[in-house]
């Protein structure tokens, strides 16, 4: 689902870090603003699970240990449903309404690593802190923008080719 890798990047990119400094988009109006367009209610404890488990992303995107018991840990009251119809199966989440959300999102970092192993990952750029899909056919996509972070990076590299010629 399109929208739940929208809702990833979303809450991947919810963290970036500003002229040096860290800052979280999930607080206040504007935290309670990003989760209700994705069908969240904005509330405090529909956030605060929210950056639980952008954190727990965070280290399993990175490889560091202990992701996985922290991400188990955020999805533990959620659960997949079978529903049986004349079309076929049909899966449905349940999970507590501060939870379902982050649940969405952890599925969607799931389906991305199923269907396009690799293709999640921090923007290259290591001042950024932002994360990228890479959609690109050859999956050579290295920036979260081209307009700032590639950009960036290409002229410091020729800046810095120019010097040392």
Known sequence: MIEDEDLLLAVLNSAPVIDGVP???LGGAGGRDLLERF?????EPE???MRETRDALFSVIRHESEATDRLAAAMSGAAL????TSAGLRWHLSAPADERLSARAVLAW????????????PCANTECHLFLID???????RWCSMATCGNRIKARTHARRTRTS
């Open 81 to 84: 449903l079978p529903e049986v």
């Open 23 to 25: 800052t979280d988009q």
């Open 47 to 49: 956030r605060a699970h």
């Open 110 to 121: 799931s389906r991305v690593q199923e269907q396009l192993p690799g293709r999640l990952r």
């Open 135 to 141: 959609h690109s056919r050859p999956g050579t996509a």
């Open 39 to 43: 069908g969240g209610a904005g509330t």
